[in-house]
T-cell receptor, first 113, second 114 residues
Framework: KAGVTQTPRYLIKTRGQQVTLSCSPISGHRSVSWYQQTPGQGLQFLFEYFSETQRNKGNFPGRFSGRQFSNSRSEMNVSTLELGDSALYLC????????????FGDGTRLSIL | AQSVTQLDSQVPVFEEAPVELRCNYSSSVSVYLFWYVQYPNQGLQLLLKYLSGSTLVKGINGFEAEFNKSQTSFHLRKPSVHISDTAEYFCAVSDQTSYDKVIFGPGTSLSVIP
């Protein structure tokens, strides 16, 4: 069974640009969560999608958005990039979310110049 | 609202020595508890989980954890560590009664010294 796939693995952008990150969950998993990981703030929850609907949301500005497609693949978008958006963005999937163990991808390392 | 505390940000330990990584949580409802491990440049990998039943949970790579409801703790232990156990360890909690988000602790960096 293929694991969670995140693309691209590395990305370099400049301030003010926008970026789209992609996540393909494990086959059959309907819940996809996104996290931002930085040395200073640790692992912070961005949002969770379940059956194409945003079910949970963290405390991030509206510049961070996401969506989920009918095949459960998910994308997150960050507009008007700031230096502080430099981070490892992790995607995790599970069958239904909530108390079920999550399976993580290896992340996308986003660097803002 | 739930929260997770990992009291030790860094834990150095000699190879083949035992280790305990501490985790305490706060919640007003019954919870599921998890430990994840993160190796450099990788995502998180599930070590073990407590959903219900026996309070002593065994996981992969020789790790185990004990759920203590009265002390709201879920400490991770390994009787003898190996160099390859050097990694970041995260404790996480999830509400049993709803499909709420999973809350992660700040992490503990385990360094195994040869």
């Amino acid at each position: 069974k293929a694991g969670v796939t995140q693309t691209p693995r590395y990305l370099i952008k400049t301030r003010g640009q926008q970026v789209t990150l992609s996540c393909s969950p494990i086959s059959g998993h309907r819940s996809v969560s996104w996290y931002q990981q930085t040395p200073g703030q640790g692992l912070q929850f961005l949002f969770e999608y379940f059956s194409e609907t945003q079910r949970n949301k963290g405390n991030f500005p509206g510049r961070f958005s996401g969506r989920q497609f009918s095949n459960s693949r998910s994308e997150m978008n960050v507009s008007t990039l700031e230096l502080g958006d430099s981070a490892l963005y992790l995607c995790a999937s599970s069958y239904q979310g909530g108390g079920q163990p999550q399976h993580f991808g290896d992340g996308t390392r986003l660097s803002i110049l | 609202a739930q929260s997770v505390t990992q009291l030790d940000s860094q834990v150095p330990v000699f190879e083949e020595a035992p280790v305990e990584l501490r985790c305490n949580y706060s919640s007003s409802v019954s919870v599921y508890l998890f430990w994840y491990v993160q190796y450099p440049n990788q995502g998180l990998q599930l070590l073990l989980k407590y959903l219900s039943g026996s309070t002593l949970v065994k996981g992969i790579n020789g790790f185990e954890a004990e759920f203590n409801k009265s002390q709201t703790s879920f400490h991770l232990r390994k009787p003898s560590v190996h160099i390859s156990d050097t990694a970041e360890y995260f404790c996480a909690v999830s509400d049993q009664t709803s499909y709420d988000k999973v809350i992660f602790g700040p992490g503990t960096s385990l360094s195994v010294i040869p």
